[in-house]
């Protein structure tokens, strides 16, 4: 019979049959879902103690369990002690390292070790893979080089702009197929061999050296006896020939392309259908002072959000989201606007393309730079679609935002302002990361451009008896045996992405579980733990780099079904919607619209979460074993890292533990994995930070001469690239600076959690020692229900006629009311007595206070549990070490 009542195994927590010697409860039965109740009854036993006759032998904290472990007496059958599950975590058994009988809190020790070798065996791969790279030749040329992406190859092969012989000709011009043509358009080109020029030409450009395919003739002489010897000769021919020029146009970095819209189309849908590719990751070479300028913009709008989101959490919220409506629709009918060129061109009415200024709508829209006009339009009819549908999702978060899912937002935003507010430490790591951030955004752009660069050069093109010859033509092809070796590397990128982010969250839960387990004086926590992110940095270096290089490399990939699913939930209205906020006539018919459409939609969302695989689902049942088990995608969340520093235990067991405590109970329930929480101020913050980020980046592009001018050498061929890769990395960096409100809140819920049950497992501080009271109406629907049974046996309280009837309800509210004001008495009376009393008087009114709560007819247990009250300063090991000075008021 486990206390802990979720998993036999000592990993899942401790686990009594019998608290403190207390004989195991009195009659309780083992029933593994509940566990037996601690030996005081955890306050549910009769008003009248004769009732069930005496009272078991209370056992109060015994020093001895800070002297090596737990005293003989209080040892379970077969020698198993209480603190089993934590002694394993523990390095030895000394009298500084042993677990904090207040707070729970395990001594510091090394976890996941394996797992910080295997990162940095997968870094040094990468170091290899990219040295290889740069460094590798192939037939006497680079196996990689970057400027394969930014530059053209001409018909021999050369880089356009860079080899030898074509310095000065950095753009590449496909000739005409007939030597003797001229006009401004041509009527076939030659795309097999393209030609190095300094600029794209007109009709009244100098003719243009270009290579034409080659002439074969063959000639068979007989000879020998008879005439029995017959031999073949074969000749080939390639010329160079001058051609006239024709209008062309600079198009998608250093390339030029016909102004005919049939001879434009040939080339994007021949020579450069795939090249576009890697001439856009080829943009990733220059623009990274722009990207650092978007990166100083997201740290200044992430601390400007911070101060917002804190002072008003609700109009913040709703206001961005209309604003992102207002903007995804617009940008919707933009792109929708593309469908009249499509019309006006298939009715022939070019009068009709003038008046709506169409040629004016093209200049705007990007997609019509780079594609065909039909391909363009294609795509922006589909940009348009997507768009909208965001927008239909963004209009229906507004409908939960609005309505009474974003009730206790506003709340878990106070409490989580309330703990970085007392530690202004905190909020200088964000700004670090993010700075961090670029900077290996920098690096790992730069080296994937070698991987995607590695090619080799195709001399030998002529066959001859079916023996390949060399001649004048070398083409270029890329090695399609690195794509493996590309997987590897963004596998790796995103790994150590992450890992900065780990990083943070993982201080974050330091600074946020050394602040909950300060005790509070009368309502407040008054003291400050001292700089919670250098003692973080250094526990996590020295004990925790191993788990959080695990998390990182799993946590990512699961984050994106619980996105998948908050979207769904988020977007869809329920039977909570509203649209307005506030009361009055047109409002509330507003809403009650709202609430008749989200009743329609909640029955199309319960038969999707009814299909919902298990591994998607939030539920802990049915257990399965291994990594990919019931509601793995909400298993192995930054909240793993939370019971990773109060039991320094493994990643995955402590992200099973973390699932589990928090399934637990209905307000870390609710709020933690069911979406309620602060997850919508963390969407519109990394959203409208990335949006921001990205329309900075591509504006400051276009408006630079040095970045449009394909003849500068920090000429970006593809600003659309770019631009996407600054919102990813300008979101990135905001969602950094909303974990301050999010991971903040769902550590401090997770602390409730633990601190609740530890108390009732292994006798810990109470709640009301360290809960804060801004976070005390957010847990209020679970902080007064205990955790033991109200009667005795196996069954639960609810199997119990009794308990249905109302007069009996009715008794057990006012007994529970009741029990709650003796005891804020007893508390009341026992701080004044030791404000005016020593060390030793203080012993004597706690035990005076015990007689009180037992004489007095209270439910056992109300006595203090300790007959010594607790000191200003915490002898236990805690989150600092032992005796950590300011750890305590």
């Known amino acids: 019979a486990m206390a802990d009542g979720f998993h036999p195994d000592a990993a899942y927590g401790p686990g009594p049959t019998e608290y403190m010697g207390g004989g195991g409860g009195g009659g309780y039965g083992p029933d593994p879902g509940y566990g037996p109740p601690p030996g005081d009854y955890g306050g549910y036993g009769p008003a009248d103690p004769a009732a069930y006759g005496a009272p078991q032998e209370h056992y109060d904290y015994d020093p001895r369990y800070d002297q090596g472990g737990p005293p003989q007496d209080v040892m379970l059958d077969g020698g198993q002690d209480l603190s089993q599950s934590y002694q394993q975590y523990t390095e030895s058994k000394g009298a500084t390292n042993v677990i904090d009988p207040e707070t729970g809190i395990a001594p510091r020790r090394c976890t996941d070790c394996v797992c910080l070798f295997v990162f940095l065996f997968y870094v040094l791969g990468m170091l290899i893979l990219v040295t290889v790279a740069k460094n590798g030749t192939v037939g006497g040329r680079p196996w990689g080089d970057v400027r394969r992406l930014t530059h053209g190859h001409d018909f021999k092969g050369r880089l356009c702009g860079v080899d030898p012989g074509v310095e000065e000709k950095p753009f590449l011009y496909w000739c005409r197929q007939s030597a003797t043509e001229w006009g401004p358009h041509p009527t076939q080109l030659n795309l097999d061999f393209a030609s190095c020029v300094e600029s794209c030409p007109t009709t009244n450009f100098t003719k243009i050296s270009c290579l034409f395919k080659p002439q074969k003739s063959m000639m068979s002489l007989k000879g020998g006896p008879f005439a029995t010897v017959e031999t073949y000769h074969v000749q080939f021919q390639q010329s160079i020939i001058k051609t006239n020029p024709y209008d062309s146009v600079a198009f998608g970095g250093r390339f030029c392309i016909p102004t005919n819209a049939t001879m434009k189309e040939q080339i994007l849908h021949g020579p450069l259908k795939f090249s576009r590719v890697f001439y856009s990751i080829g943009s990733l070479q220059d623009p990274w002072a722009v990207l650092f300028g978007a990166t100083v913009l997201s740290i200044c709008l992430g601390y400007a959000y911070v101060f917002f989101i804190k002072v008003m959490p609700r109009l913040f919220v709703i206001s961005f989201l209309y604003i992102s409506w207002a903007l995804f629709t617009g940008a919707g009918l933009f792109f929708l606007y593309a469908v009249v060129g499509l019309v006006a061109k298939q009715a022939g009415d070019e009068a009709l393309l003038e008046k709506l200024k169409w040629e004016a709508y093209k200049e705007h829209n990007p997609l019509f730079e780079r594609y065909t006009p039909e391909s363009a339009t294609i795509i922006s009819l589909t940009a348009a679609g997507f768009l909208w549908c965001i927008s239909c999702g963004v209009l229906g978060t507004i409908t939960h935002v609005a309505g009474e899912g974003f009730h206790y937002v506003p709340d878990l935003v106070d409490a989580a302002a309330e703990c970085w507010g007392a530690m202004k430490s905190m909020l200088v790591p964000p700004g670090v990361e993010a700075v961090i951030k670029f900077l290996l955004m920098w690096v790992l752009a730069y080296n994937f451009m070698f991987l995607v660069s590695v090619g080799y050069y195709e001399e030998r093109r002529l066959i001859v008896n079916e023996k390949l010859y060399k001649d004048e033509t070398a083409v270029y092809h890329f090695d399609i045996t690195i794509l493996p070796w590309i997987a590897y590397y963004l596998f790796g990128w995103v790994w150590i992405m992450e890992l900065t982010t780990s990083c943070g969250q993982f201080l974050i839960s330091f600074a946020v579980i050394s602040w909950y387990f300060m005790k509070k004086e009368g309502y407040r926590k008054t003291g400050v733990p001292p700089m919670p992110p250098v003692h973080g940095t250094l526990d996590g270096v020295l004990y925790h780099a191993g788990s959080l ?341």
């Open 549 to 889: 290089c695990l998390g990182a490399a799993i946590i990512p990939w699961i984050r994106l079904i619980r996105i998948f699913n908050w979207i769904e939930d988020e977007s869809v209205p329920n039977e909570e919607a509203a649209c307005c906020v506030g009361e009055g006539g047109l409002s509330n018919a507003f809403n009650a619209c709202c609430k008749c459409i989200g009743g329609l939609c909640s029955g199309i969302t319960s038969r999707r979460k009814a299909c919902t695989p298990p591994c998607c689902s939030t539920s802990p049942e049915p257990r399965t074993e291994g990594l990919v088990n019931a509601g793995c995608a909400y298993r192995y969340t930054k909240n793993g890292y939370n019971d990773v520093i109060i039991r320094s235990q493994h990643f995955l067991q402590a992200s099973q533990r973390a699932f589990r405590l928090i399934h637990k109970y209905d307000s870390t329930r609710t709020y933690l994995l069911e979406g309620r929480g602060c997850q919508v101020v963390t969407a519109v913050g990394v959203v409208s930070i990335g949006v921001i980020g990205m329309i900075f980046t591509y504006s400051t592009l276009m408006d630079h001469e040095a970045f449009t001018d394909p003849t500068s050498p920090s000429y970006v061929a593809d600003p659309l690239s770019i631009a996407l890769l600054g919102f990813f990395l300008c979101a990135n960096i905001g969602y950094s600076f909303m974990m301050l409100f999010d991971h903040t809140a769902d550590t401090l819920l997770y602390c409730y959690a633990w601190n609740k049950k530890f108390c009732k497992d292994v006798g810990g501080c109470s709640v009301d020692d360290y809960l804060p009271e801004s976070l005390r109406d957010i847990v209020d629907a679970d902080f007064e229900e205990d955790d033991a049974y109200v009667f005795y046996g196996q069954a639960r309280p609810e199997m119990y006629l009794s308990t249905w009837l109302p007069s009996r309800r009715s008794q057990m509210k006012n007994q529970r009311f009741q029990d709650k004001e003796r005891t804020q008495m007893a508390t009341g009376t026992a701080t004044m007595g030791a404000a005016a009393a020593t060390a030793s008087q203080m012993g004597v009114l706690g035990t005076m206070g015990s007689a009180m709560g037992t004489s007095g007819g209270a439910p056992y247990g109300y006595a203090p549990q300790s007959q010594v009250p607790y000191q200003a300063v915490s002898t236990g090991t805690g989150i600092y070490g032992s005796q950590s000075p300011g750890y305590a008021p």
